[in-house]
């Protein structure tokens, strides 16, 4: 019998939606359904502008994915929801959703206002960002990858593990995936969640 085919929820840096069969260590979804009844996703891409990350398990609540409610997306790691454009969510993730908020740019914005602000720049252009100068947690397109950053190096992104470090070199620039918020979020502290990233192993976040 052979295994049956990944549906086509992994999201990647750039936001993209992929059938790959990594699994992911947060789960997210973009404001409601945008697969249909065979669990296929279309041309849509999202159902609101509240583009959330989720912890995989919450008080032992279980989901069919791809069901009748909102579509199941599920993220490497989290610099990758961020950079995808997903910030944290205010029910399963309160705690690191305050502390999001607080970071965030602005005076106490709402969850509506955040959301308002992060989908203007995910449909915006994308900006040209300093890599020494850049936030550990942030990810970058360099030389037409994806990239982490963290601890003043470049790790190549993929579904599964991370490919091995490399000098981030001075003063060259590459294009920003992580948004200008989200940024701004972890230059302003906001406590990424490092596990299964280089993150938690270079003395970075």
């Keep these: 019998m052979t295994a049956p085919r990944p549906l086509q929820n992994r999201v990647d840096p750039l936001g993209e939606l992929w059938a790959a069969p990594e699994r992911g260590r947060l789960m997210g979804n973009r404001g409601g359904r945008i697969h249909d009844e065979a669990r296929r996703i279309g041309r849509k891409r999202w159902a609101s502008k509240a583009w959330i990350a989720c912890v995989c398990e919450f008080r032992a609540r279980w989901r069919e994915v791809f069901g009748d409610g909102y579509t199941e997306l599920f993220f490497r790691d989290e610099p990758t929801a961020l950079a995808a454009g997903h910030r944290p969510c205010f029910q399963c993730r309160y705690a690191e959703a305050k502390a999001f908020q607080a970071a965030f740019p602005g005076i106490a914005p709402s969850a509506g206002a955040m959301d308002a602000r992060l989908h203007e720049e995910r449909l915006g252009f994308k ?22 950053i963290a601890g003043g190096r470049l790790w190549r992104w993929s579904f599964g593990e991370y490919g091995a470090p490399e000098p981030a070199p001075p003063g060259a620039e590459a294009i920003a995936l992580t948004s200008a918020s989200m940024l701004a979020a972890l ?4 406590p990424v969640r490092t596990e299964g990233t280089p993150l938690a192993d270079c003395g970075a976040g």
């Design 187 to 190: 230059a302003g502290g906001y």
């Design 127 to 148: 900006r040209k960002l300093a890599l020494d100068r850049a936030p550990d947690g942030a990810m970058a397109l360099w030389r037409g990858q994806p990239h982490l």
